[in-house]
């Protein structure tokens, strides 16, 4: 099993930044292949923002187009954390923001996890 709890989300004012920690445990935590934030505004689907993969060889970090440059993904592997830093934010930032996690089972199929979330509202 994995649990993925986020937390750091608020209301903030266009321009400002937020850090986003998603804060991993559980029996099945040290087999996660990639670790990825995502978000979803009201009305939309959920799309995707940041990741790591091949956490269990050689982490590479990747960011969405959609944000590079304001967002940046880091991880404290003491602590079993992984940061979003967004920096800034813009009205159209607002959204729920996931945690997700792959465990992979066998070549083609994967465990996945979600955390519950954590809002960012951003103000005009």
């Known amino acids: 099993q994995v649990q993925l709890v986020e937390s750091g989300g608020g209301l903030v004012q266009a321009g400002g930044s937020l850090k986003l920690t998603c804060t991993i445990s559980g029996s099945n935590s040290a087999n996660i292949n990639r670790i990825s934030w995502y978000r979803q505004a009201p009305g939309q689907g959920r799309d995707y923002v940041a990741r790591?993969?091949?956490?269990?060889?050689?982490?590479?970090?990747d960011i969405a187009d959609s944000v590079k440059g304001r967002f940046t993904i880091s991880r404290d592997t003491a602590n079993n954390t992984v940061d979003l830093l967004m920096t800034d934010l813009r009205p159209d930032d607002t959204a729920v923001y996931y945690c997700?996690?792959?465990?992979?089972?066998?070549?083609?199929?994967?465990?996945?996890?979600w955390g519950p979330g954590t809002q960012v509202t951003v103000s005009s």
């Open positions: 790591y993969h091949a956490l269990r060889t050689n982490p590479i970090a």
């Open positions: 997700h996690a792959e465990v992979k089972v066998t070549s083609i199929s994967v465990l996945s996890y």
